[in-house]
């Protein structure tokens, strides 16, 4: 109790210096006495009877004034204890769903309904008495300070490796992995894209050593590597420049990570890239480059929603960009690389039905939807391997000599 008395006021403390020193004895303590914090707990009445409450998770939530402090060595502090307290239980699925101040999307909590307030376990609660939830793993994610967010992105390398119940956490914390991916600092998309490769080796050595889940990565190794659809991907990486840091292909645990939570993250993405705020656009496109990277032929059975969301993007951007906005060109190259990307590792019969009937003019669609399916369609061609393209061309050629084309006034539809 006195220890922790000392902590939670250190923690809370205006002085810079004192904070810091009260998060180097949290790291010290989770380090040195690992087993008797996690035996330290007490027991609280809820409605639902007595619940066990760790110490650790009243310190992280002490924690989140020290993440948002003004100055960024104190942060830095403050992650490092975060992580180091995060290590300590077995099972933190409240910890980290209160880090992301995450709740159930079909549930709207009673008290937003009564503006004066409701009683909890006897006590009457108004909403201006209520703490504004903020999601602290996406405030640490986009912090203005390159050592902040290079902390963080060691510290969600370490949870997501050595946490007990890592496996629950992996699609809410994977897309923070991912986002520094994007960073502004060469330096720390690099440091991401390491991250990712030790989450790999952890997520291969795993699965050698569960086995339930070895035989995957055997058929893999053994077969997978003979399929066509791997055979192409391997020649893309081996022929095919991308954008840093991809100097190389990722590890196969590394890709196998990003295809479990594929499906989940790409909607989501999908959505945002024709939000109307450039800013997001640009992030979703540059998220979606990575997936692609990382998911190779595996985006196949998303190709339609990724198509028309490119085409629709592409659409917005061209407009954007004939009235000289300089960020709608940015937008428009970041898109057309996605789908350059998507042409890399999908066969071409897969997409080809999809954007060539608005190439003809098939479609009930303007000049400017038509634009945007022969930009898109440029851009996937221009990825593709030539030996999978080949019996695809005359089609291709067919589809784009006719007169709508050649004799069409349009600047955009001419080049």
């Known amino acids: 109790e006195a220890v922790e008395t000392v902590l939670i006021v250190g923690l809370e403390d205006a ?4 904070r810091k020193e009260a998060c180097h004895v949290l790291v010290l303590l989770c380090s040195v006495q690992k087993e008797r914090m996690q035996a330290v707990v007490r027991m609280e009445a809820t409605r639902t009877g007595e619940e066990p409450r760790y110490r650790y998770g009243e310190l992280i939530t002490c924690l989140k004034t020290t993440l948002k402090h003004k100055h960024a060595s104190v942060r830095t502090m403050g992650i490092s204890a975060l992580g180091a307290l995060m290590l300590v239980g077995q099972k933190n699925m409240e910890v980290v769903e209160d880090l992301v101040a995450w ?3 079909n549930i709207i909590p009673v008290w937003q309904f009564f503006s004066g307030g409701v009683y909890e376990d006897g006590e009457l609660i108004t909403p201006d008495q209520r703490e504004t939830r903020h999601n602290m793993l996406a405030l640490l994610a986009g912090d203005q300070s390159a050592q902040v ?11 997501m490796t050595r946490l007990h119940d890592r496996w629950d956490h992996e699609n809410r914390l994977l897309p923070y992995l991912l986002n520094g991916l994007t960073d502004a600092a060469p330096a720390l ?4 894209f390491g991250a990712m490769e030790q989450l790999g080796a952890t997520h291969e050595d795993e699965k050698e050593n569960n086995e339930r889940d070895k035989q995957e990565l055997r058929d893999f190794r053994e077969y997978g590597h003979k399929t066509p659809a791997e055979l192409n991907a391997a020649e893309r990486w081996n022929t095919r420049g991308h954008e840093p840091p991809f100097s190389h292909r990722p590890r196969l645990g590394a890709r196998m990570v990003v295809r479990n939570s594929f499906r989940r993250l790409v909607p989501t993405l999908l959505r945002e890239l024709n939000e109307w705020v450039t800013k997001t656009r640009s992030m979703a496109a540059q998220l979606l480059y990575y997936l692609t990277l990382y998911s190779e032929y595996w985006v196949t059975d998303q190709v339609n929603s990724m198509i028309t969301s490119y085409v ?4 917005y951007a061209l407009a954007e960009a004939e009235r000289g906005d300089p960020e709608a060109k940015t937008l428009l190259t970041q898109v057309l690389l996605c789908a350059q990307t998507l042409g890399e590792f999908v066969d071409p019969a897969t997409y080809m039905p999809l954007l060539l009937p608005g190439v003809r003019g098939e479609l009930e669609m303007d000049l400017s939807r038509r634009c945007a399916h022969i930009e898109v369609l440029t851009a996937m061609v221009r990825g593709c391997s030539p030996s999978w393209m080949r019996p695809h061309l005359p089609v291709v050629v067919a589809a784009l000599d006719c007169d709508a084309v050649w004799e069409s006034r349009d600047p955009v539809m001419s080049s």
């Open 189 to 192: 998309r690099e440091v991401a």
């Open 312 to 315: 629709r993007c592409t659409e």
């Open 15 to 18: 002085n810079p210096s004192v």
């Open 149 to 159: 967010r290079t902390a963080f992105i060691h510290m969600l390398v370490a949870w």
């Open 103 to 105: 709740q159930l999307p």
